[in-house]
């Protein structure tokens, strides 16, 4: 477990600045420390936390925000599945803790040290999951703490910085040729309907539906063609 | 915190755990199964559609800000520098607007 508590820091140190923008982000629009601190610890998921209290913050309605955050979660089924033989004979209390933990770094890093070497398993994954939701959820609440005594910092542009938040995830999720054509898609029929007057909420799921009409086509065409 | 806030934090953090137990419950099933591309497609679309719908109406100094942003998303797969410049670049774009 100490083994992976260290291997874990230089990473953990770059999860920390990204907290503590999110919870300097999540104080500015409404949400006290301890609230972005016990999001952290309960929810455990940056990418989905930013999105949330962004929706959150705009037109879109709670359940409106916890879906859309939720959605970016789905990679954790894979995730999650890939971790089967690692937490194979752990207790059922164990394994909940373990998959409340894991995030994207630890399991990558305990997925890498695993590949070097095969003894490397459960304890190095909770070992480097119990550091990395800590550094979290101590670095989000310390970012709200900053955050609520700062002045509106609204008028230096720090609402794009959601925005900004979102390219750079998207850049993290590109996969290649194989999505431009349903990313742009879902890009434009965005556009469209916010620019027909409808709320942003709604825009949202009909861009990601458009867009998966979009790759449904791409990959059959794609399977077609080959 | 308001009752919204705390549905918001309580329902994230259901859907959270739920998705990671799905994982370990049916992750494997689910994997192989004829509609596992939706997983693979799914958040990336909805963060696309996130961008535009934060791009959408907006004046055209916030798309050059935009612009930045990607560029600096695509050299450096970094998310406070994406964040950092981002900003900078939509404070400079408004400052010297007007």
């Known amino acids: 477990m100490k083994q992976g508590a260290i291997a874990i820091v230089p990473l953990a140190a770059g999860a920390a600045l990204y907290g503590f923008a999110f919870g300097l982000l999540a104080a500015q629009v409404g949400f006290p420390w301890w609230g972005v601190g016990l999001m952290s610890a309960s929810v455990h998921a940056g990418s989905s936390q930013i999105v949330a209290v962004e929706q959150f913050s705009g037109a879109s309605g709670v359940l409106g925000a916890a879906l859309a955050g939720a959605a970016l979660n789905l990679r954790y089924v894979g995730i999650i599945a890939s971790l089967s033989e690692i937490l194979a004979g752990l207790s059922l209390r164990a394994k909940l803790l373990a998959i409340h933990i894991t995030g994207d770094e630890n399991w990558a890093l305990t997925m890498a040290e695993r590949a070097r070497t095969p003894n490397v398993g459960a304890s190095f994954l909770i070992g480097s999951g119990v550091v990395m939701i800590g550094v979290w959820t101590i670095s989000t609440t310390a970012g709200a703490i900053v955050g609520a005594v700062l002045p509106d910092l609204e008028k230096f542009g720090l609402g794009f910085a959601f925005t900004a938040a979102f390219i750079a995830m998207a850049r993290g999720l590109w996969r290649g040729r194989v999505v431009a054509l349903p990313w742009l898609v879902a890009f434009g029929a965005t556009v469209t309907v916010v620019s027909l007057g409808l709320p942003r909420a709604y825009a949202i799921v009909v861009g990601a539906a458009c867009g998966l009409i979009a790759s449904c086509a791409v990959r059959r065409f794609g399977r077609g063609a080959a | ?98």
């Open chain 2, 1 to 98: 915190m308001s009752g919204g806030h705390w549905i918001l934090v309580l329902t994230l953090a259901v859907a959270a755990f739920s998705i990671r137990l799905i994982g370990l419950v049916a992750g494997d099933r689910i994997r192989s199964s004829r509609h596992a591309w939706l997983l693979d497609d799914l958040p990336g679309l909805i963060v696309v559609s996130l961008v535009a719908a934060s791009l959408a109406g907006q004046p055209f100094q916030t798309w050059v800000a935009a612009a930045v942003a990607l560029a600096v998303a695509v050299l450096t797969n970094h998310v406070i520098a994406t964040m950092c410049i981002g900003v900078l670049a939509y404070a400079g774009l408004a400052w010297a607007g007007g």
